[in-house]
């Protein structure tokens, strides 16, 4: 069993930066792949970063450059540091663990 418990949502304007924070209950959360995820009103959850074990990562395209997915085994969290925020990247961002784990998600509001 993992509960998952995102934090640092928020509002922010553009250009600024946010870093959201996935933490994690479960011994199980260490050896797993961590993603955050996305969806924006109207729209589709859609895939941000992924992390492996062994911290390889990938990311999505609309955020290569911008964002970094990170994670502290020894505190059991996994980070998504979020720059140069554009309005497209509003949307409740959840954090996903294994195959069948999901966080309740943090609103991130990008507006001026």
């Known amino acids: 069993q993992v509960q998952l418990v995102e934090s640092g949502g928020g509002l922010v304007e553009p250009g600024g930066s946010l870093r959201l924070s996935c933490a994690a209950s479960?011994?199980?959360?260490?050896?797993?792949?961590v993603g955050w995820y996305r969806q924006a009103p109207g729209k589709q959850r859609e895939l941000v970063a992924t992390?492996?074990?062994?911290?390889?990562?990938n990311y999505a395209d609309s955020v290569k450059g911008r964002f970094t997915i990170s994670r502290d085994n020894a505190k059991n969290t996994v980070y998504l540091q979020m720059n140069s925020l554009k309005t497209e990247d509003t949307a409740v961002y959840y954090c996903?663990?294994?195959?069948?784990?999901w966080g309740k998600g943090t609103l991130v509001t990008v507006s001026s």
């Open positions: 996903k663990c294994g195959m069948n784990y």
């Open positions: 479960g011994i199980i959360f260490r050896i797993s792949v």
């Open positions: 992390i492996t074990s062994g911290s390889s990562t």
